[in-house]
């Protein structure tokens, strides 16, 4: 089975092109190696996957032939992930949103409106 149908399989992610473009942007291991959505995997494979800034550690237990409800497809797989606290996870959390809001407003060169005051912050005027 290709690692991408086990991803969506198993839940860890919503669709196959969510699973898929996590692997192409090197977000998914395969036993140590980045894993192409392609790969195929077998029981026993260990995935370390990340999902929004948690790394996920998974071992697969076995390759689901249907869709799964939520409960069953915790059961396909360990998870060696250790617990965070949720302060910790929330405190995540609030990183990533200031980390968000921090983001250059702007791309590209400045207005000539935004040059002039920039001009004046920096007492050039």
Same mark, same amino acid.
């Given at each position: 089975?290709?690692?991408?149908?086990?991803?969506?399989?198993? #839940?860890?992610?919503?669709?196959? $092109?969510?699973?898929? =473009?996590?692997?192409?942007?090197?977000?998914? !291991? %395969?036993?140590?190696? *980045?894993?192409?959505?392609?790969?195929?995997?077998?029981?026993?494979?260990?995935?370390?996957?990340?999902?929004?800034?948690?790394? #996920?550690?998974?071992?697969?237990? $076995?390759?689901?032939? =249907?869709?799964?409800?939520?409960?069953?497809? !915790? %059961?396909?797989?360990? *998870?060696?992930?250790?617990?965070?606290?949720?302060?910790?996870?929330?405190?995540?959390?609030?990183?990533?949103?200031?980390?968000? #809001?921090?983001?250059?407003?702007?791309?590209?060169?400045?207005?000539?409106?935004?040059?002039?005051?920039?001009?004046?912050?920096?007492?050039?005027?």
């Amino acid at each position: 089975m290709r690692i991408d149908k086990w991803l969506k399989m198993a #839940r860890i992610f919503k669709s196959r $092109e969510e699973a898929s =473009r996590a692997c192409d942007l090197g977000r998914v !291991k %395969l036993n140590g190696y *980045e894993a192409k959505s392609s790969k195929i995997v077998k029981a026993g494979d260990e995935i370390v996957v990340k999902v929004e800034n948690l790394y #996920r550690t998974l071992t697969i237990k $076995e390759l689901p032939t =249907r869709g799964l409800s939520a409960k069953d497809a !915790k %059961l396909v797989y360990d *998870e060696k992930t250790p617990d965070l606290p949720p302060d910790i996870i929330e405190m995540m959390k609030y990183q990533a949103a200031a980390d968000r #809001r921090r983001q250059r407003e702007m791309k590209g060169r400045p207005t000539k409106k935004s040059r002039r005051e920039l001009d004046k912050w920096r007492g050039k005027m």
